[in-house]
């Protein structure tokens, strides 16, 4: 016995000696021969490096009698019979950002309640993360602590069948005291949700939601086709599966217009669960995809002179559960109550997109001739207007008041939900303040912002804009979209598309 311990200790002390320059399946290895020679019987696992244990100075315990805790790498044991790799459910926290980006923090599962009151941590700084990555600029530095803090209303819980699951929340920015910070773009929506209600209206809104799907084949005549739709495969089942567990109700999943193309949408909900659900619908897309070997991809465009993703938003207005949208008698059939906040739609257009179109890519799209909007007009059943009335549809059991809304089409999968639907509540509560007028049937409208930087001049420029937010909010996301430009100078239209299909 006393021999067995010492060839123990003397492996222990050779493998501790040569731990640096190995790896641990070369150090597996070396314990097996070791033993081999030292006569020692095979246990033949090795504990994860997570489990190793450490002294009181909190160094990892290099070899104890009887343990076999091992230098660096962990214990030496038997596995119980069928033993597999453990894992714990992780939830992750996050805040769709100004980017269109969901970031945020994961915590153990079994924390939920107390992280539903705490959050988790965040800094000032992480809203200035571009959709590319790096910090190009901030105002705010390196100081300062925020939390986000998960809705409890937005558990999402969707298990796959290869065992793992998307398990996230999405919350709102906040202080640490638990104050509403500024720049929080949920928040940003929720301001103008508030300043609505006091005008007495609330929004219904839904989302139609464009993407490229990859790895199915492009052939020629698939547009709108059977053939497309089955050639996606598992792909459309997955994800109405998905976003029905997720707690939403998807409304339809079709094949598209352009090469390998796909659309998705949900049943219309008030504004802020609207946008809510432009989000989740985007992550479980991905989710879906991801796992199926694939990319859903929401650039608004994959190629310069190609076929765009657009993202559009239905809106109607209701007074508590009357909608008061539609009146046939009316121009446009839009009512005397709802006129005025689509006419402040149509005022802040080109402010508008600085939220709803926010990348340089999207005003590839917003050209003539594609079957976008390149004018700041209202149309009645027109897909090339900025907004459009949409059809109602007297075979269906459902009221035509409580169909009857108003496409907005200028709008990608670049932008953040909260923002771009925030933008357009705000816009119509300047409509509604101030009694605007819709322009006569026919009547000449204004050229849209031709690309990204009028569109943040647009912005900069309008007066009730500057009251949707602070100062220095604004200032933040002025500098913020400026500088996604700057890293694009120099990019050819082909590399800059690239980029962004490669983010979104």
């Known amino acids: 016995m006393a021999l067995h311990a010492e060839r123990t200790d003397w492996i222990a002390a050779l493998l501790e000696s040569i731990l640096d320059t190995v790896t641990s399946d070369a150090l597996q290895q070396a314990i097996i021969d070791l033993d081999t020679l030292a006569g020692i019987p095979q246990t033949g696992w090795i504990m994860p490096v997570t489990h190793r244990p450490r002294d009181g100075r909190g160094k990892a315990c290099v070899a104890q009698r009887g343990s076999r805790i091992l230098p660096g790498i962990g214990t030496i044991g038997r596995p119980p019979a069928g033993a597999a790799m453990q894992t714990e459910p992780l939830t992750f926290a996050g805040v769709c950002d100004w980017a269109g980006i969901v ?301 009857f809304n108003v496409e907005f089409r200028v709008a990608d999968a670049s932008n953040c939900p909260y923002l771009a639907l925030g933008a357009l509540l705000w816009a119509g509560v300047d409509g509604l303040q101030r009694r605007l007028t819709l322009p006569a049937p026919g009547a000449k409208a204004a050229l849209l912002p031709q690309s990204l930087d009028e569109a943040l001049e647009a912005l900069e420029r309008d007066d009730a804009a500057a009251g949707w937010w602070s100062a220095d909010a604004m200032a933040a996301y002025l500098a913020f979209k400026r500088a996604e430009m700057k890293a694009l100078d120099g990019d050819e239209p082909d590399a800059v598309c690239a980029r962004y299909a490669a983010v979104y």
Not at 147 to 154: G, K, M, N, S
Not at 223 to 246: H, I, K, M, P, V
């Open 103 to 403: 970031r945020g923090k994961a915590f153990p599962d079994a924390d939920l309640a107390a992280r539903l009151a705490k959050g988790v941590g965040l800094t000032h700084t992480n809203i200035m993360m571009s959709c590319f990555g790096p910090i190009y600029t901030t105002p705010f530095g390196t100081a300062g602590d925020l939390i986000i803090r998960p809705d409890p209303d937005l558990r999402v819980e969707v298990p796959f069948d290869d065992g793992t699951a998307e398990r996230f929340y999405l919350g709102d920015i906040a202080h640490t005291d638990g104050a509403p910070w500024e720049c929080c773009p949920r928040g940003f929506l929720t301001r103008a949700i508030d300043a609505l209600a006091a005008c007495g209206l609330r929004v219904v809104a839904s989302f139609e939601q464009e993407f490229v799907l990859t790895g199915v084949e492009d052939r020629p005549g698939a547009t709108y086709a059977l053939d497309a739709f089955r050639r996606q495969g598992r792909f459309g089942e997955a994800l109405t599966a998905a976003l029905r567990t997720a707690g939403l109700r998807p409304d339809s999943f079709l094949p598209e217009y352009g090469p390998q193309q796909y659309e998705a949408t949900v049943a219309p909900e008030p504004a802020r669960r609207a946008a809510d659900a432009a989000v989740i619908l985007r992550e479980l897309a991905r989710a879906v995809a991801w796992r199926l070997g694939q990319r859903a991809v929401f650039a608004p465009m994959l190629q310069p002179e190609g076929i765009g993703n657009g993202t559009h938003i239905h809106l109607s207005l209701w007074e508590g559960d009357l909608p008061i949208t539609r009146d046939p008698a009316q121009p446009y059939g839009i009512s005397a109550r709802a006129a005025p906040f689509f006419a402040g739609v149509l005022a802040h257009l080109p402010a508008i997109l600085a939220f709803s179109a926010p990348s340089v890519a999207s005003y590839y799209r917003l050209r003539p001739d594609r079957w976008a909007p390149v004018y700041a007009d209202l149309g009645v059943q027109d897909r090339g207007a900025a907004l459009r009335v949409a059809p109602v549809f007297e075979t269906a059991a459902e009221d035509p008041a409580r169909q």
